[in-house]
Each structure stands twice: as structure tokens, then as C-alpha cells.
């Protein structure tokens, strides 16, 4: 009887013990699994939506005409200066709040500004819309994660283009204007670089800012070397709220 009594003891016990490794990794996995997908913090704050807010970018557009040689009278360089203002806020087609962004364009930093277009952005609780000349991207989606996969084309007929985070919460520094964010991420639009074409582009997002660069690159190459299209790059040179 004792023995039996020991033996169901020693039975219940290992069960007892199996039965918290299993608890335990379960609740483990469970946590590894549920923090992979929490929203990084101030994610909607990477899309400022207050009537207001601005930002200058001086701008550096490259642009190379067909010419096989390459040469210096077949690349012609633009330097200007756009600036984005968030001038009202509206409901939008869909029922949504939306933000109506003004762009205007100067020639440089004397000179006077003038409106060139009108974009909007919408945020949503998975994504970050942007009217652009009357093409809507999908510039951002929540939530932000490492593996997380996007078509940023999906509400227009340019092509599917898959989007990815190539870094979020991260510091960054712009060396040459001393200005610091805390908390930028990175979003890699499309990257197909090969020895007839180029084609890159990336945006750049800083909270409470929203982008503080962006580059496009749609070149294409004979023989290994540029020959034609386009190379423009933004990079924030200033902003803030009226």
C-alpha cells in the first residue's frame, strides 16, 4: 500500500512538474511573440496631424539626359527649398479625418514662397494614407515592426511595390544642419539597382516631425554607367508649429 501511495505521489509530481514547463514556455512564447508585435512607441506621432505644423526640406534634384558619353552638359543640377504646412483639417470622402497640406516651393532661403500643389494624409489605426497629385501611397502601417510588409501602391494603378522598415525608434543626426531627432525609423520603398537601372526609394520619418528626408532614384545605365533619369533627394532643414 505504501508503495503504492509512492509511486502515485512521484507520478503526480512529475506530472505537476510537466505540467509548469509546459505553463512556462507557453507563457514565454506568448510574451516573445505578443511584444514582436506591440506598436512601437509614439507610432502615430511619426505623422504630425496638427493645423500648423511645417517643415522646410532643401531639395537636390540631379537630372541626367540621354546622353551615352555621360557628359557634364547632360547632367543638370536643381537646388530649392519646399516647405509643407498643414493649413486645415477636414473629414474626408471615406468619413475620416484628414489633414490638408500645403506645399510651396522657393528657390532658396531669400527668396519668396509660392504655392505649388495641395496634398492630404489621412491616419488611420493600421496605416498612414497621403494624397500625392492625386496619387494615394500608403506611406506608413502600424504596426511597426521589423517584419512587417506593405504594398505602398495598393489604392493606385502604379504597381505593387512592397514596403519594409528598415529601422524604427532608432536616434539620427543630420551632421551638416546640427539637428538631432530621438526616435526616427526608416522606410524602404523599392531597391532594384542592377547594370541596366536604378531605381531606389526610401523616406525617413522623426516623431512629432513626420519625414525628414526622402530619396528617388529612377536612373537607367548603359554599360554600368548613369545615362538618363532622375536622382532627388530631401532632407529636412527646418520645421515647427505656427
Known sequence: MLKQIIANNKKSGQFCLLFFLCLLFTVLFSCKKKDSYILAPASYDYVPTL???????????????DNDGNTDDS??????????????????????????????HRDND?????????????????????DEENIRYIILAFPITSDI??????FNQLGEEDYTYEYFNQPFTFDSLGLSFDSTLSVLQIDNDNFVERIYGEEQYAVHVGRISKTYQNLLKYGGQVVSGLDYHETVNSYGNN
Open 75 to 104: 547632367i543638370h543640377y536643381f537646388h530649392f527649398q519646399i516647405k509643407e504646412f498643414i493649413s486645415s483639417t477636414f473629414i474626408d470622402g471615406e468619413g475620416r479625418p484628414a489633414q490638408r497640406i500645403e506645399r510651396s
Open 51 to 65: 493645423t500648423g505644423h511645417w517643415v522646410i526640406y532643401d531639395v537636390d534634384s540631379i537630372s541626367h539626359l
Open 110 to 130: 531669400s527668396a519668396a514662397w509660392y504655392i505649388t500643389n495641395v496634398w492630404t494624409s489621412t491616419v488611420t489605426s493600421n496605416r498612414v494614407e497621403r
Open 149 to 154: 510588409t506593405w504594398n505602398g501602391n495598393a
